[in-house]
């Protein structure tokens, strides 16, 4: 039993991250979500909506695990999709919709634009609209 124990110790001291790792990935966090709320300054939320019409071609942008449509200067939905980190560095987002909708729940994945290789998946959340205030 101690011979399995040692080497599982061994493994549990590999996962974790060092103290310049857990800085990195705090600046990373920090710098998505200043990106994000720059992305939505300006704009108010609306009522989620459980899905998208993908009649038109919309820009994406990722920050973290947050995905953002744009669909102008004036409305854009923002989406949770942990899992697809890789779009906000550049990676594609994957798709397949039979009802022509991009739909909560529906799965995604990500792929690198460079080598074509598979670099994550997700499932998506609700698409929160973000508007231009009426004045």
Do not use: H, W
Not at 14 to 40: I, M, W
Not at 67 to 72: A, F, P, T
Not at 90 to 96: C, E, N
């Amino acid at each position: 039993m101690r011979y399995l124990i040692v080497p599982l110790l061994a493994m549990l001291g590999a996962c974790t991250l060092t103290p310049a790792q857990q800085a990195a990935v705090a600046r990373s966090d920090a710098a998505s979500q200043q990106g994000l709320a720059k992305e939505l300054a300006g704009l108010e939320p609306g009522q989620p909506v459980s899905c998208l019409t993908n009649y038109r071609s919309r820009q994406l942008k990722g920050y973290g695990s947050t995905l953002v449509y744009v669909e102008g200067r004036n409305l854009k939905y923002r989406v949770e999709a942990p899992g697809c980190e890789g779009v906000a560095r550049g990676d594609i987002l994957v798709t397949v919709s039979p009802t022509g909708q991009l739909c909560s729940g529906d799965i995604a994945r990500t792929v690198s634009q460079t080598s074509r290789i598979p670099s994550g998946g997700c499932g998506l959340g609700e698409f929160t609209p973000y508007r231009k205030p009426r004045s």
